[in-house]
C-alpha cells in the first residue's frame, strides 16, 4: 500500500533521514519504534507531506507522493495524527472534526463520520461543543484520532499517540489501534513505548539517528536479545 | 589606502564650502546631511530589529520644542534644542517602557509607535491655536540675519558645516554602539529574547537604553531641520509618512552598514529633487509614488540595502 | 433631562455608532492578521481608494448607490487579493517586520496615486441625508447608516467564519498553520480567500465612511493609527477583543469631542492605550499564548 525506498529528508543543516525504506501492506499495523530524536517525527512528515524528502520516493498505492501537493495527500486515504496532537486550541470539539472533514469527498459524508467518530469515542459526544484546548490529554488524543477518521481514511498515520497520558489512557488508546485495525483501517504508528506497541503490531522497524537499523515480525524483535539489548534498552 | 579613504573623504567634505558655495546645491547637500543624521538615528535601534514607525513623532517633538520655547519664552535654540531632545527621550521612554516591560515586540510595537507618529501630528493639529496647526509654523527671526544666539544663519557655509558635524557626530554614535557590549546584548535579545534574558541580560533596560538614545538624536534631527528650515509643518517633520520616509531610506540604503542611511538619504533626496526639478508642481504626489514602488522592490528583491548589497558582493568577491 | 445631560447622551451615542464602523475596520485587520500574520499597514489606503470609488460612480458617474456600493465592495476585494499575490506572498517567508515594510510601501504608492490622479482636493458625494430629532438630539442619518450596515456586515462574517468549511479553516489557519495540509487545505488559497475578504471589508467601510467623511488622498491617516490601536488593544487576531476595544475608543472619541475638538478625541484615546499598556499589557480580552 504505502512503499518508502530509500528517502532522505533534511533540515536546513541537518540530515534528518537517510537512506530509509519501509512498507506498509494493505490491513497491516505496522510500528516504527526508536529513541528521541531517531527521525520517528520526521518520517512521519515526510508521508503525509509537511516536509518534502530531499531523495528516495514515497509510493501510495501507485501515486507518487513525492509529487503530490501535500493537501492533496489526504485525498488519497492517508491521514496524519501528529506529534502531540496539535488541535485547533480554541475551536470546538466538533468543529475540529468538521476540519478533518474539510477535503471535498468527505464533505457529504460529514454527519454520517461524525456518528462513528461520536460512536467510537462517546467522550467526544459529550464534549462536542467544548473548546478542544481545554480537555484533558487523553480526550485530546480521541479528537485527534477522531479528526483523522474523519476524512474515511486507509492509511492512518499515528505519532505517538501515547506520550504524556496516564497509563490507564495509553491501554486505551493501543485498544484502540487494535480496534481500529480489525475495522480494516490500515495502521502506521510511531512509538517511544517499544513494549506495548510490540504488542499491537504486526511488524516494526527500529529507526536510530536517522537510518533502519532492524526490522522484522513484532514477537521476533521482543524475543531477540541482541535487538532488545542494542536498540530498545529494555 | 582604504585606511585613509575616510579621513580623506572627511577633510574634502570639510573643505567643500570653502571652494564651491552655488546655493542649490549647498542646500540639497545640507538637507541631505539633516535627513542622513535622522535616518542614521532611526537605524541605531532599527538594526537590532526594533522597528519603530514612531520617529516621525520624536521628530516634531524636536522641531516643534524647539521653535515653540524660542517664540512663546525667548529660550535659545541652544537650550531649547536640548530641552526638545530630552522632550523627545521622556516621550521615547513613556512609550517604549510599557512596550518592553510587557514584551510588545515585532508587529506589535511596530504598530504602537506607528501610532504614536500619528497622535503626534493629531496634537500638532489640535493645538492649531499655538502651533499653527497644519498650516506650518515659523520660528521668528532674530533681529535680522543671522545670529548665533539664535541659532539663526543666513549664509549656507555656516549651516553646511554644523549639518556635517552632526552628521559625523551621529555615525560615530553608531560606531560606538557597534563597538559597545549594548550591541551583543541587543543581537541576543533581537535573536531570542527569553534565551538573553536568561542569560542575565537585562532586556527591558537594554531596549530602552537604545530607544532613548535614538529617539533624542532623531528630535535633535528635528531642532536642527527646524532652525534651518525656519519653516516646519506637522506633514514634513512628524507622523507616519515621515516615519515611514525614515525606514524606507534606510532600507534602500542599507540598514547593518554604518553609511547605508546616508546612501539611503542621499538616493531619496536626489530622486525627489530630479522629479521636482523636471516635472515641477506637477510632480507633487510622483516622488512618494516612485519610493513606494522602490520600497517594495528593495524589500522583496535586496533586502540588504543598496550599499549592504554592495559591500556583500565585494566580500563574497 | 438637564441640556448637559442629552448633550453627554448624545456623545455617548454617536460613540456608539462609530465603534460600529470602527470594529468593522478592525475586523478586516484582525482576519488578515490572524490569518496570513501579516499586518496591512495600507489597509486604511484600500479604504481611501474605496471612498474615491464611491464618489467616482455616485456623484461623477451617477450610478444608483447600492451599485455603486457593490462595485467598491468587489474592487477593494480584488485589491486586497492583488496586494497579497504582488507584495505579501513573494515575502510570506521572509521576516514579518519585511512585510510589514513593504505594506508600508504601498501605503506611500497608494497615496501618492491618488494625488497624482485625483489630486490633493477634498471630495464628496454631495449627499445630504437627514438628520434624526429624537428626545432632543441630533443623530446623523449617515451615521445610524454606517452602524447598521457595519454590524450586518460583522454578522455576515461571523456566520460565514462559522458555518463554512472555508470559514472554519480559516479560524483553524489561524491557531495553527503548520499542520493544516494535514486538513486537505490549500493554505494558498485561503490567504487569497482571506485577502479578498479582508478588502472587501475595507470595500464596506469606505462605503459607510464615505457617507459621513470627505475623501482625500491622506484621509486613511485620520482613521488608520486608531485602527492599529484598536486591533492591538484588543490584542491582534483577536475578533471579539477588537471588537469591544472599537466601542470603548469610540466611546473615548466621542466624549472628547463633546468638550474639545475630534483629535482631542484621538489624543485621549491614545493616552488611555498607553495608561492599558500598563494596566493589562496582554491587550484587553487577553489570549495568553
Ligand atoms: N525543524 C527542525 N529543524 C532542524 N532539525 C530538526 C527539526 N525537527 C527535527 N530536527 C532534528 O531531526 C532529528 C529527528 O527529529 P524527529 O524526527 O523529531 O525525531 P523523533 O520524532 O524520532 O524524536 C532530531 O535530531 C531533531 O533535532
Ligand atoms: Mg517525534
Given at each position: 500500500m504505502l512503499a518508502l525506498k530509500s528517502v532522505r529528508a533534511d533540515y536546513t543543516t541537518f540530515q534528518a533521514l537517510f537512506d530509509v525504506s519501509l512498507e506498509v501492506r494493505q490491513g497491516e499495523a505496522v510500528g516504527v519504534i526508536g529513541p528521541n530524536g531517531a527521525g520517528k517525527t520526521t518520517l512521519m512528515r515526510v508521508v503525509s507531506g509537511l516536509l518534502r524528502p530531499t531523495g528516495g520516493s514515497i509510493v501510495m498505492e501507485g501515486v507518487d507522493l513525492v509529487k503530490t501537493p501535500p493537501h492533496r495527500i489526504v485525498e488519497l486515504g492517508i491521514a496524519h495524527v501528529p506529534e502531540s496532537r496539535r488541535?485547533?486550541?480554541?475551536?470546538?470539539v466538533e468543529d475540529n472534526l468538521k476540519m478533518g472533514s474539510f477535503m471535498r469527498a468527505a464533505r457529504p459524508k460529514f454527519r454520517r463520520r461524525l456518528d462513528v467518530v461520536y460512536e467510537l469515542f462517546p467522550r467526544l459526544r459529550e464534549r462536542?461543543?467544548?473548546?478542544?484546548?481545554?480537555?484533558s490529554g487523553g480526550e485530546q488524543q480521541m479528537c485527534a484520532i477522531g479528526r483523522a477518521l474523519m476524512s474515511e481514511p486507509k492509511l492512518l498515520l499515528l505519532d505517538e499517540p501515547s506520550a504524556g497520558l496516564a497509563p490507564v489512557v495509553v491501554e486505551q488508546v493501543f485498544d484502540l489501534v487494535t480496534r481500529l485495525r480489525a475495522a480494516g483501517l490500515t495502521v502506521l504508528i510511531v512509538e517511544q513505548n517499544v513494549q506495548q506497541v510490540l504488542r499491537v503490531v504486526d511488524r516494526a522497524y527500529v529507526l536510530k539517528a536517522g537510518r533502519i537499523r532492524a526490522a522484522g515480525a513484532a514477537a521476533e524483535l521482543l524475543a531477540s536479545d541482541t535487538i532488545r539489548e542494542a536498540y530498545l534498552g529494555i | 589606502m582604504t585606511r585613509y579613504l575616510p579621513w580623506l573623504g572627511g577633510l574634502a567634505l570639510i573643505g567643500l564650502p570653502f571652494v564651491y558655495t552655488a546655493p542649490y546645491p549647498m542646500h540639497i547637500l545640507i538637507i541631505i546631511l539633516i535627513w542622513s543624521f535622522a535616518y542614521t538615528s532611526w537605524s541605531v535601534m532599527g538594526r537590532f530589529g526594533l522597528v519603530s514607525l514612531g520617529h516621525g513623532g520624536f521628530m516634531g517633538i524636536g522641531a516643534y520644542a524647539t521653535a515653540l520655547a524660542w517664540n512663546y519664552w525667548h529660550i535659545s535654540p541652544w537650550i531649547g534644542a536640548p530641552m526638545a531632545l530630552l522632550a523627545g527621550a521622556l516621550l521615547a521612554v513613556v512609550v517604549a517602557y510599557p512596550c518592553f516591560r510587557f514584551r510588545i515586540i515585532g508587529h506589535y510595537f511596530a504598530l504602537v509607535t506607528l501610532a504614536l507618529s500619528g497622535i503626534v501630528l493629531q496634537v500638532i493639529t489640535a493645538t492649531r491655536d499655538y502651533t499653527g496647526g497644519s498650516l506650518g509654523y515659523t520660528p521668528e527671526r532674530y533681529q535680522s540675519g543671522s545670529s548665533f544666539y539664535a541659532l539663526q544663519f543666513t549664509g549656507k557655509t555656516t549651516w553646511y558645516l554644523i549639518a556635517l558635524g552632526v552628521w559625523a557626530a551621529g555615525l560615530y554614535v553608531w560606531h560606538r554602539v557597534d563597538r559597545s557590549m549594548l550591541r551583543y546584548a541587543l543581537e541576543a535579545i533581537s535573536e531570542d529574547e527569553d534565551g538573553a534574558a536568561a542569560a542575565g541580560v537585562h532586556v527591558t533596560l537594554e531596549k530602552l537604553k537604545i530607544t532613548v538614545l535614538s529617539a533624542a538624536m532623531t528630535a535633535l534631527a528635528g531642532a536642527l531641520y527646524c532652525q534651518y528650515q525656519m519653516f516646519i509643518s506637522p506633514d514634513t517633520v512628524s507622523g507616519i509618512a515621515v516615519s515611514l520616509q525614515m525606514v524606507f531610506a534606510v532600507v534602500v540604503g542599507g540598514i547593518y552598514v554604518p553609511l547605508g542611511p546616508t546612501v539611503g538619504a542621499v538616493i531619496t533626496i536626489l530622486l525627489a529633487e530630479v522629479l521636482r526639478v523636471s516635472f515641477g508642481t506637477r510632480a507633487v504626489g510622483w516622488d512618494n509614488l516612485v519610493y513606494g514602488i522602490l520600497l517594495v522592490i528593495f524589500i522583496i528583491f535586496l533586502p540588504k540595502g543598496i550599499l549592504g548589497s554592495l559591500l556583500a558582493l565585494r566580500r563574497a568577491s | 433631562m438637564a441640556i448637559f445631560d442629552i448633550f453627554l447622551l448624545e456623545a455617548l451615542l454617536n460613540g456608539v455608532l462609530l465603534g460600529g464602523v470602527l470594529a468593522l475596520l478592525s475586523l478586516g485587520l484582525n482576519l488578515i492578521f490572524g490569518v496570513i500574520d501579516v499586518v496591512w499597514i495600507c489597509y486604511a489606503e484600500l479604504i481611501m481608494l474605496g471612498m474615491y470609488g464611491m464618489y467616482f460612480l455616485y456623484t461623477v458617474y451617477h450610478a444608483p448607490i447600492v451599485a455603486a456600493a457593490a462595485v467598491c465592495i468587489v474592487a477593494v476585494a480584488i485589491l486586497g487579493v492583488l496586494l497579497h499575490v504582488l507584495v505579501i506572498a513573494p515575502l510570506l517567508g521572509a521576516a514579518p517586520i519585511n512585510q510589514l515594510l513593504a505594506t508600508g510601501g504601498v501605503l506611500f504608492f497608494l497615496q501618492s496615486a491618488a494625488t497624482v490622479l485625483f489630486g490633493v482636493e477634498f471630495k464628496n458625494l454631495g449627499l445630504r441625508l437627514p438628520v434624526l430629532k429624537a428626545a432632543g438630539m441630533f443623530i446623523s442619518y449617515s451615521r445610524l447608516l454606517a452602524f447598521v450596515a457595519a454590524l450586518v456586515g460583522m454578522v455576515l462574517v461571523y456566520l460565514f467564519m462559522t458555518r463554512t468549511y472555508t470559514g472554519t479553516a480559516i479560524r483553524a489557519i489561524a491557531q495553527d498553520r503548520q499542520i493544516i495540509p494535514l486538513m486537505g487545505v490549500n493554505s494558498r488559497r485561503i490567504y487569497l480567500v482571506t485577502s479578498a475578504l479582508g478588502g472587501g471589508l475595507a470595500g464596506l467601510a469606505a462605503c459607510l465612511l464615505v457617507l459621513q467623511y470627505d475623501v482625500h488622498p491622506f484621509v486613511g491617516l485620520s482613521f488608520g493609527p486608531i485602527t492599529f490601536l484598536i486591533c492591538v488593544l484588543g490584542s491582534l487576531g483577536n475578533f471579539v477583543g477588537g471588537f469591544v476595544a472599537a466601542f470603548v475608543f469610540a466611546e473615548i472619541i466621542a466624549l472628547g469631542g463633546l468638550y474639545l475638538d475630534l483629535e482631542w478625541g484621538y489624543v485621549f484615546a491614545f493616552a488611555f492605550f498607553i495608561v492599558m499598556m500598563f494596566v493589562r499589557p496582554e491587550g484587553l480580552m487577553a489570549r495568553r499564548s
Open positions: 488541535l485547533f486550541p480554541r475551536m470546538s462536542r461543543a467544548q473548546l478542544a484546548g481545554s480537555m | - | -
